[in-house]
């Protein structure tokens, strides 16, 4: 399974991005799909998922309303659109998969099997 995030940049505060995740190895409908972000000095933080199966959509409290996690099948990517940016969403942001990931543990780092290497947004003005 590899993962590839990609889409990051710098954009100003209420700007928006799209980030991609681009999956091989795995059919998307069969994992859930994860978006994490690491800001500097600070642990991981589960932001976003989307269930297997149905692809129903899971928020962080810190970015509901303002971002949204969707999927297409035919290319395998997932993706994270990003409205209204703030400055403190400035971070490495990871996709990651997980085949055995079950509601309860879905905003877990260690339920998650496989990452993405990580892209950069930054929102500064």
């Known amino acids: 399974v590899q993962l590839q995030a990609s889409g990051g940049g710098l954009v100003q505060p209420g700007g928006s991005l799209r980030l991609s995740c681009a999956a091989s190895?795995?059919?998307?409908?069969?994992?859930?799909i994860g978006w994490f972000r690491q800001a500097p000095g600070k642990e991981l933080e589960w932001i976003s998922c989307?269930?297997?199966?149905?692809?129903?959509?899971y928020y962080s409290d810190s970015v509901k309303g303002r971002f949204t996690i969707s999927r297409d099948t035919a290319k395998n990517t997932v993706y994270l659109q990003m409205n209204t940016l703030k400055p403190e969403d400035t971070a490495v942001y990871y996709c990651?998969?997980?085949?055995?990931?079950?509601?309860?543990?879905?905003?877990?780092?260690?339920?998650?099997?496989?990452w993405g290497q990580g892209t950069q947004v930054t929102v500064s003005s």
């Open positions: 989307m269930r297997r199966g149905d692809g129903r959509p």
């Open positions: 190895g795995v059919t998307l409908g069969s994992t859930y």
């Open positions: 990651a998969s997980g085949s055995r990931i079950i509601i309860a543990t879905m905003r877990m780092v260690r339920s998650y099997d496989y």
